[in-house]
């Protein structure tokens, strides 16, 4: 049932899942007008360089732009289609489906503890599970000071040495704590598992059926189209930031995207939830713990946010914020509509502006 299940998905991404690499622009340069004055006043009021959109709904894209610049000291305009940017915590989803491959192929099972996959990681005081590091119910640390600053060339076997030696914050199950380091641990186990590294087995499994084409582990490497990552500095200048080794910390914040990329993947995840069975339900749903005996939802599936938008729109997605990248992926599935939004920057701390945006959107669709 389950390789039936993934047939179908893949012969779906293969001929029908992504029609909306081109956008019927007669209808969305009217229609979008007002959202597209929000993204250039981000641009204009230097919140951010530059910054790429893409919307859909039902399957077709229905308004691709980009404004603002990916490269500031040459001038080189950002494409929705062909800049590549840092898309920082957005990778955690595209790792989750990576994890969902490994769970349909009997690699991995999400309730085994990850001593099984990983019997080298240090034995803590209570035993985790591969579903409580999804979930990040697990206890794992998040980072401290500079760590996600780290250019040390680290594989992803070696990165676990940040944390592998700190105690868990709490028992497993009993409490919530955002980590992208539970992601390290999760690629780990696939690593070891599939045998094959990481960014091979996304590629093959999630990149390739998904045919995302402009999605790549982030190493450091030239790429046509990539973006100049800059942090703010000061209120209304840029700098380029520093080099960084993301590439240990790929699952959870170490791929490089489009919006158009990003875009189809929500597509393909929407088409993932219309075929029955399915175990895409099971990830993009919130999970929930006992706090002071009440079930208090945490807004987080395994590797997918699920919580509602400022205006109470249901949607599951990620936030990713990067040295040098910022962005926005919610979907929609009560109304087949996927939001990307990918900028250049570091945090711009402008969330009330991309609200804005989104709202500006949902006007007109």
């Given amino acids: 049932m389950i390789k039936a299940f993934f047939l179908v998905i893949t012969t779906f991404c293969a001929i029908c899942l992504f029609p909306?690499?081109?956008?019927?622009?007669?209808?969305?340069l009217n229609r979008f007008k007002?959202?597209?004055?929000?993204?250039?006043?981000?641009?204009?009021?230097?919140?951010?360089?530059?910054?790429?959109?893409?919307?859909?709904?039902?399957?077709?894209?229905?308004?691709?732009?980009?404004?603002?610049?990916?490269?500031?000291?040459?001038?080189?305009?950002i494409s929705s289609e062909h800049t590549v940017f840092r898309i920082g915590s957005i990778s955690k989803p595209i790792a989750a489906i990576a994890l969902l491959r490994g769970v349909e192929k009997?690699?991995?099972?999400?309730?085994?503890?990850?001593?099984?996959?990983?019997?080298?990681?240090?034995?803590?005081?209570?035993?985790?599970?591969?579903?409580?590091?999804?979930?990040?119910?697990?206890?794992?640390?998040?980072?401290?000071?500079?760590?996600?600053?780290?250019?040390?060339p680290l594989s992803i076997k070696e990165g676990i040495s940040f944390f592998q030696n700190s105690s868990l914050?709490?028992?497993?199950?009993?409490?919530?704590?955002?980590?992208?380091?539970?992601?390290?641990?999760?690629s780990l186990a696939i690593i070891e598992q599939a045998n094959v590294a990481f960014e091979d087995f996304v590629?093959?499994?999630?990149?390739?059926?998904?045919?995302?084409?402009?999605?790549?582990?982030?190493?450091?490497?030239?790429?046509?189209?990539?973006?100049?990552?800059?942090?703010?500095?000061?209120?209304?200048?840029?700098?380029?930031?520093?080099?960084?080794?993301?590439?240990?910390?790929?699952a959870s914040g170490g791929f490089l995207s489009t919006s158009q990329d990003i875009n189809a993947f929500g597509n393909a995840l929407l088409k993932m939830l219309s075929v029955s069975p399915n175990r895409l339900k099971e990830f993009t749903t919130a999970q929930k713990i006992k706090i002071n005996k009440a079930l208090t939802s945490t807004y987080y599936g395994v590797g997918f946010q699920v919580s509602n938008?400022?205006?109470?729109?249901?949607?599951?997605?990620?936030?990713?914020?990067?040295?040098?990248?910022?962005?926005?992926?919610?979907?929609?599935?009560?109304?087949?509509?996927?939001?990307?939004?990918?900028?250049?920057c570091s945090n711009p701390n402008s969330q009330k502006m991309y609200d804005k945006l989104i709202n500006k959107i949902f006007e007109v669709l």
């Fill in 20 to 28: 909306g690499k081109s956008v019927a622009q007669s209808q969305s």
């Fill in 34 to 77: 007002k959202a597209e004055r929000v993204l250039e006043s981000m641009v204009r009021k230097r919140k951010v360089p530059g910054m790429a959109i893409t919307v859909s709904k039902n399957q077709q894209v229905v308004w691709s732009k980009g404004v603002g610049f990916a490269d500031i000291k040459k001038k080189i305009p």
């Fill in 169 to 186: 914050g709490f028992k497993p199950g009993t409490n919530f704590i955002y980590s992208s380091y539970n992601w390290n641990l999760i």
């Fill in 203 to 250: 590629k093959t499994e999630v990149l390739l059926p998904f045919r995302m084409e402009q999605t790549f582990a982030d190493k450091n490497q030239n790429l046509r189209g990539k973006a100049v990552f800059y942090q703010k500095k000061g209120r209304r200048r840029f700098k380029p930031v520093e080099k960084v080794n993301n590439y240990f910390k790929l």
């Fill in 106 to 152: 009997g690699l991995i099972a999400l309730d085994s503890s990850i001593y099984k996959y990983v019997p080298y990681f240090p034995k803590k005081q209570y035993d985790i599970t591969v579903k409580q590091l999804g979930t990040h119910t697990s206890g794992i640390r998040s980072y401290k000071g500079n760590e996600f600053k780290s250019n040390k």
């Fill in 309 to 344: 938008d400022s205006s109470g729109r249901p949607y599951f997605g990620h936030i990713g914020n990067a040295l040098g990248g910022y962005g926005v992926f919610y979907v929609y599935p009560e109304t087949n509509v996927v939001v990307s939004i990918l900028a250049n």
